[in-house]
């Protein structure tokens, strides 16, 4: 994309908290910014220019000194189940069998899946992404979720097991899940104009939504949160969000739509706190 606009490049991998610590759930790890710290300290540092996030791992003030210049289009945004061929079962509900084992880390996922099968035994599973799926080739899993934009990305082979596509109006996805956050040092004005000509403006503006609902609940990787918007073929807005207490505890569901979105996430919040746990109003 950088080289389409005319800008050449390095690539510089740095590998972060979030990718070193993989015995540990997030709810048990410290802090914030699991996978992004190390690469915006590098940034502020100048020892890098410009720092690609997936953006659902940014949080939603960024530090002193940096910003987004620009969103990438919005990749799938479904979260993806993948299955082992013999943990399939076409009967049951998401097609897996009964009383499977499900690895994930994600307190959002983990509310979900118990909401869609109380059956379900959650194991925590870490790693990145090719990990993660070699992991459930070889280990205790029947399946383990991830988000397809990942799988897309990486143009990974998954034919060997069945891929179930996760509705994303029904089983929420986190919060700018699918979109590139594209990082640069608030000073550096000419690599931030240049970067618009990379960005989304759509992908901006829905994806603003969704983190406004995340800052307004000040969430973060232990909160069960998940939030989509999308533009409707009228012209409105439609906001479609999960949350729980914990991963254990009854969810509460929310389906909002508004005409523009100036002040739609404060509104959903508001109705998102009157309500009891269950289906979508």
């Given at each position: 994309?950088?080289?389409?606009?005319?800008?050449?490049?390095?690539?510089?991998?740095?590998?972060?908290?979030?990718?070193?610590?993989?015995?540990?759930?997030?709810?048990?790890?410290?802090?914030?910014?699991?996978?992004?710290?190390?690469?915006?300290?590098?940034?502020?540092?100048?020892?890098?220019?410009?720092?690609?996030?997936?953006?659902?791992?940014?949080?939603?003030?960024?530090?002193?000194?940096?910003?987004?210049?620009?969103?990438?289009?919005?990749?799938?945004?479904?979260?993806?189940?993948?299955?082992?061929?013999?943990?399939?079962d076409a009967e049951q509900s998401l097609s897996l069998k009964p009383n499977p084992v499900v690895g994930t880390s994600s307190a959002r996922r983990k509310s979900q899946l118990l909401d869609y099968r109380p059956d379900i035994q959650l194991k925590d599973l870490r790693g990145n992404v090719p990990t993660r799926i070699n992991k459930l080739r070889e280990g205790p899993y029947d399946a383990i979720v991830l988000a397809g934009a990942g799988i897309n990305r990486l143009n990974l082979d998954v034919s060997d097991l069945e891929v179930v596509r996760l509705d994303p109006l029904i089983f929420v996805p986190a919060p700018a899940q699918g979109v590139l956050a594209l990082q640069v040092r608030a000073q550096d004005a000419g690599l931030a104009a240049t970067l618009q000509l990379l960005n989304d403006p759509l992908a901006q503006e829905c994806i603003g939504v969704e983190r406004d609902v995340l800052r307004l609940l000040q969430g973060g990787c232990q909160l069960p949160l998940g939030a989509y918007c999308r533009k409707q073929h009228n012209g409105g807005y439609a906001l479609w969000v999960t949350m729980a207490e914990s991963w254990d505890a009854p969810l509460k569901r929310l389906h909002f739509e508004a005409e523009k979105t100036d002040g739609m996430a404060a509104n959903a919040i508001d109705q998102l706190r009157k309500k009891k746990a269950g289906a979508f109003l």
């Open positions: 994309m950088l080289a389409k606009a005319g800008v050449s490049s390095a690539i510089r991998v740095i590998r972060t908290k979030g990718d070193k610590i993989q015995h540990l759930g997030f709810d048990k790890m410290e802090g914030k910014g699991f996978f992004t710290k190390e690469i915006e300290t590098a940034l502020l540092a100048e020892e890098i220019d410009l720092a690609v996030h997936s953006h659902k791992d940014l949080e939603t003030c960024q530090p002193e000194g940096l910003k987004v210049a620009a969103v990438s289009e919005r990749e799938d945004p479904a979260e993806w189940l993948l299955l082992r061929k013999t943990s399939v």
